[in-house]
T-cell receptor, first 117, second 110 residues
């Protein structure tokens, strides 16, 4: 059963520390999303990758967040330095674009639960 | 990107049918309509997708009128385990800003 895998599942860190979250998209998918979820803001889109290229990251705080795809099987989201307001669940999701009408089925990982104290 | 509007919450009882309507007045020609379900401590998961008319699978039905400006997710005979947040997502994977709305919290009571 293909699935999106995220690590770590849970992370507690101190303010100012660097946090790196990793995601393995479903094999063969060419599109990766990073979302952040909090009670107050709901699901926020942070970044969008297609064929490993970051096509949109306007949802990310630029000064401290960065997202990359070193290869097709790994996407990373880094926060440096972390702040308490970054505490949230970070979801990675992947999908397959196959032309102009690709639908909008995306598959989510279980999330990385981040607490910054 | 089509903006969606759906009720914040709905209550139901076991065995009843639950219908959640989502409005998306500015849906684009290449946009699909997909519903996701999210349980606490889990990521959203796909329930059903449609483009127009009616789609049915083993867990739900999706009704889409001809103008496609709204859609209705129908959950037949709900059980306690159907208590979750349901999101209507309208767009296409080619959208750089495929964003979710606030979702509908469905609570099923015994």
């Amino acid at each position: 059963d293909a699935r999106v895998t995220q690590t770590p599942r849970h992370k507690v860190t101190e303010m100012g520390q660097e946090v790196t979250m990793r995601c393995q998209p479903i094999l063969g998918h060419n599109t990766v999303f990073w979302y952040r979820q909090t009670m107050m803001q709901g699901l926020e889109l942070l970044a969008y990758f297609r064929n490993r290229a970051p096509l949109d990251d306007s949802g990310m705080p630029k000064d401290r967040f960065s997202a990359e795809m070193p290869d097709a099987t790994l996407a990373t989201l880094k926060i440096q330095p972390s702040e308490p307001r970054d505490s949230a669940v970070y979801f990675c999701a992947s999908g397959l674009v196959q032309g102009a009408y690709s639908g909008n089925t995306i598959y989510f990982g279980e999330g990385s639960w981040l607490t910054v104290v | 990107l089509a903006k969606t509007t759906q009720p914040i919450s709905m209550d139901s009882y076991e065995g009843q049918e639950v219908n959640i309507t989502c409005s998306h007045n500015n849906i684009a020609t290449n946009d699909y309509i997909t519903w996701y379900q999210q349980f606490p401590s889990q990521g959203p998961r796909f329930i059903i997708q449609g483009y127009k008319t009616k789609v049915t699978n083993e867990v739900a039905s999706l009704f889409i009128p001809a103008d496609r400006k709204s859609s209705t997710l129908s959950l037949p005979r709900v059980s306690l385990s159907d208590t979750a947040v349901y999101y209507c997502l309208v767009g296409d994977l080619n959208d750089y800003k495929l964003s979710f709305g606030a979702g509908t919290t469905v609570t099923v009571r015994a």
